[in-house]
């Protein structure tokens, strides 16, 4: 199930970085396109008989979370989170507490996220899989994650598979920069200059990942403009739909 992919950088190689997690991922083999179809999923879930080890034949669900920045992703899992029970894995606080922790990545991150750039896929790809890897839920949300193809096919080359579903938040810029600006949590990132520097990086790298994914009939487009709550009840029935399935309720 393990690959080793094939781009690479100097920080370090992905087979190292796949060495590190001891557990094949199964990903739900069943998507659906435009109209939300639930497929039932062959195995069920029952967490008794795991010792909060997924047995290998068990499958995880993954949903990318997309959207430029201030769009408004991170409010809607926390959302989803509390509705339908995925763990939720925000690529850039993953990022963020290795430049807190200061590991050895620790200080190229910072200066990439400053800048409004994109840290090579070896590193972000890692610590997502370690995050899956040590988790108990089987069901994940991957919020701000894959935002360049060079990220896309890093992650698909270690798991060997697709995402299931993918969100993708659709905010006018004026909008999002409002949001951002008016965030107040302290980003390094969250001032004009570094913002104008996202959303050309967000246009530039990311949009070719949402169009990919939409080719394949895998993205939910949500109008990101509203209250959170009304843009929640946009977010709600694509995961009803698959909170038929056995495995998928909230456990
Ligand atoms: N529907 C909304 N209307 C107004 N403000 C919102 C809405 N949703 C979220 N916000 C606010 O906008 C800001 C950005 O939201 P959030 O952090 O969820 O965006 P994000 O897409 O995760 O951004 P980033 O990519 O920069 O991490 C936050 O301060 C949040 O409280
Ligand atoms: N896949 C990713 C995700 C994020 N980054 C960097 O982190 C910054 C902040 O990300 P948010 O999702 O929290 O907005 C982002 O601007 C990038 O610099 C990344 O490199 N790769
Ligand atoms: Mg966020």
Redesign the pocket.
Known sequence: MWRRATTQSSITSLSASASLFKKPINIISHTFTSTPTPTPTPIPFHPQETDGIPPKHISRFITFVLGG?GSG?GTQCAKIVETFGFKHL????L?RREIVSDTKYGSMILT??KE????PSEV?VKLILREIQSSDNLKFLI?????SEE?RIAFEQIIGAEPNIVLFFDCPEQEMVKRVLSRNQGRI?DNIDTIKK?LK?FEALNRPVIDHYAKKGKVHKINAVGTEDQIFEQVRPVFAAFEQDADLKAV
Request: proline content about 9%; overall charge positive; hydrophobic content about 30%.
């Open positions: 920045p992703k925000s690529a850039g606080d990022l990439t996220i409004g750039r994109i840290v972000t919020d701000g994650f894959p935002r990220n990132d996202r990086v």
